[in-house]
């Protein structure tokens, strides 16, 4: 993977010597005070990361401009001579594109990975997504976004071999961060990922495999919601809809065919406790994902008119199932995960999807520090994020 630009451009932007030299070799000269802004420059850079490149900054200080003249000259159409000396100085340095906005220039490259296709549990992962892209921004930086494909493939033993992504991964040497959604990687897998990129701290996101080895590549903490926590919110869910404010007597429960299987039986298990404790009549019911088409399947079903509240295990088939039903049909629609919920009036339970994001990069910025000031890995953590239950009024799908 080594790359031999690359890594001559590392050496370029760490050697004020040779950028003079091969300014004077191009025929341009270097301005008085230069020399000074560009130790500055190295130090705030080489703070931030191991391997520091030429960026539009450095040909700012080179070519005595501001940096927004950069961004102008680079991806303008002018011809001043000001403008071809600038772009001069970025083609020497391998400088390429339009200047980030200030909050994205000065912070870090964090790499988001996940499978991007549809799956039952994508509202889940988009929420997650939207709340670590959110945070990143927020701190000043950036995202780099990957898709990890699902090509496992079995070997002649009959294991499973690790993805491509792990095994042929792609160039994260510019990136400080790894955070993986979802993905169930495999120990195997994470310790191909660390033989390839040794200094690369990775946080999982909702990964149900057990760290259970001390030395799982280079990951530093789990993030995932506290399950007693979710099953206790669930709980307390179904028992305020049993109970005098709602009395529901006739209750549907909205699961997916697919994925989550351990998780989702156990909320199955708490519904039908709860139902049998009240003397509440029940039936399950099985969607292939979770999408406003599957919930308006539900909602035309025959048991529909006959139901007084839908338990749904996603707020995307709740709402589906709340536009479906008949105008004037006195039913209760209940959401989870709270990410539509609110707008629509509907209890759902918040697992604290929002708070992932801050989460996640609260601990890659303590391991990146840690690691430059040359302190040992510790093991990898779990990070729980509590669940809080959202009881709304206005669950009936009258509008």
Known sequence: ??????????????????????????????????????RDWFKRRSAR???????????SILAGVLPPAVSTAISGTRNSQLARRIRTFAKMLGVKGRMLPPSEYRGRLIAVAMELLAKPSWSYTQEVLTSIVQEISRAGGHVALYDVPADWQQTP??????????TNPPDLRRCEGLILINTQASQ????????AFPRLPIVLVHDNQPLDR???GTVVANILPDLDSCLSGFRQLIIHLLGPAHRAKQLVFVT????????????????????????????ITEVKLYSLKEGSRIAAYGTSDSA???VCMSDVVAVGIKSALRHGTDALVTGFDDNLASAFGMSSVDQGLSRIGPAAIKVLEE???????????????EITVETVVKLRCCDSSRW
Not at 256 to 275: A, D, L, P
Request: proline share 5%.
């Open 1 to 38: 993977m080594d790359d031999p630009k690359y890594e001559e451009l590392i050496h370029l932007a760490s050697n004020w010597g040779k950028l003079v030299q091969l300014a004077i070799e191009t025929k341009l000269d270097v301005p008085k005070g230069a020399e000074e802004k560009y």
């Open 49 to 59: 990361s191991v391997e520091v490149l030429p960026d539009q900054e450095l040909v």
């Open 157 to 166: 033993t009959g294991n499973i071999s690790p993805r491509t992504f792990f």
């Open 188 to 195: 195997d897998e994470l310790e191909e990922m660390a033989r």
């Open 214 to 216: 001390e030395y799982a």
């Open 256 to 283: 997916v065919s697919e994925g989550g299987i351990q998780t989702r039986s156990t909320k199955r298990r708490v519904f039908e406790e709860e139902c049998r404790k009240a003397h509440a009549e029940f039936t």
């Open 308 to 310: 007084d509240c839908f």
């Open 367 to 381: 391991k990146i520090a840690s690691w430059r000031s040359g302190l040992a890995k510790p093991p990898a953590a």
